[in-house]
T-cell receptor
Framework: QKEVEQNSGPLSVPEGAIASLNCTYSDRGSQSFFWYRQYSGKSPELIMSIYSNGDKEDGRFTAQLNKASQYVSLLIRDSQPSDSATYLCAVNLSGYSTLTFGKGTMLLVSP | DAGVIQSPRHEVTEMGQEVTLRCKPISGHDYLFWYRQTMMRGLELLIYFNNNVPIDDSGMPEDRFSAKMPNASFSTLKIQPSEPRDSAVYFC???????????FGDGTRLSIL
């Protein structure tokens, strides 16, 4: 049973706060992890890739990977209303020939 | 560089009609993926190709769906006959490796009446 789990949300945060989005996965052997942002009515857009344990920062975004605990997180600092979107996590799970996507977490940033 | 290009952007047709969706991947990408997205089921992989060869079509819902990739720069997803439950957004994506990041087209919003 392939599993990439995300809380569907919505996660509501005020403007300027830190938004924390979480994703758990079922396979200890997974090596590739991606975060996508999808605005309503638009296509998924890649925002972060991470392959090693620890943190990876890109502007206001930080991806955190913990392979032992099988989770990957996305932190958005200084959240803006324009960050309001659905965030999809994608992971390569052993035994499956392509990436597996979670169902996404909806983030709402209020002014 | 041009991204993944899909056409049409919107398609509205009547039940029983044939529907053809088209995709041009990013040049140099060897993998092409077709997805369907609905509120209920999220993003579902239908089929993917490597070097124009279908590798995994286990996500194709039934025989009414078919996909082809006649060359490295073009793929089609066909539904014949179409049914109202096929209404969804269909995305095409491409990548340089099966576990590399996938880049999505703008999608085709399909409505079957």
């Amino acid at each position: 049973q392939k599993e990439v789990e995300q809380n569907s949300g919505p996660l509501s945060v005020p403007e300027g706060a830190i938004a924390s989005l979480n994703c758990t996965y079922s396979d200890r052997g997974s090596q590739s992890f991606f975060w996508y942002r999808q605005y309503s009515g638009k296509s998924p857009e890649l925002i972060m890739s991470i392959y090693s344990n620890g943190d990876k920062e890109d502007g206001r975004f930080t991806a955190q990977l913990n392979k032992a605990s099988q989770y990957v997180s996305l932190l958005i600092r200084d959240s803006q209303p324009s960050d309001s979107a659905t965030y999809l996590c994608a992971v390569n799970l052993s035994g499956y020939s392509t990436l597996t996507f979670g169902k996404g977490t909806m983030l709402l940033v209020s002014p | 560089d041009a991204g993944v290009i899909q056409s049409p952007r919107h398609e509205v047709t009547e039940m029983g009609q044939e529907v053809t969706l088209r995709c041009k991947p990013i040049s140099g990408h060897d993998y092409l993926f077709w997805y369907r997205q609905t509120m209920m089921r999220g993003l579902e992989l239908l089929i993917y190709f490597n070097n124009n060869v279908p590798i995994d079509d286990s996500g194709m819902p039934e025989d009414r769906f078919s996909a082809k990739m006649p060359n490295a720069s073009f793929s089609t997803l066909k539904i014949q006959p179409s049914e109202p439950r096929d209404s969804a957004v269909y995305f095409c994506a491409s990548s340089s490796g099966v576990y590399q990041p996938q880049h999505f087209g703008d999608g085709t919003r399909l409505s079957i009446l």
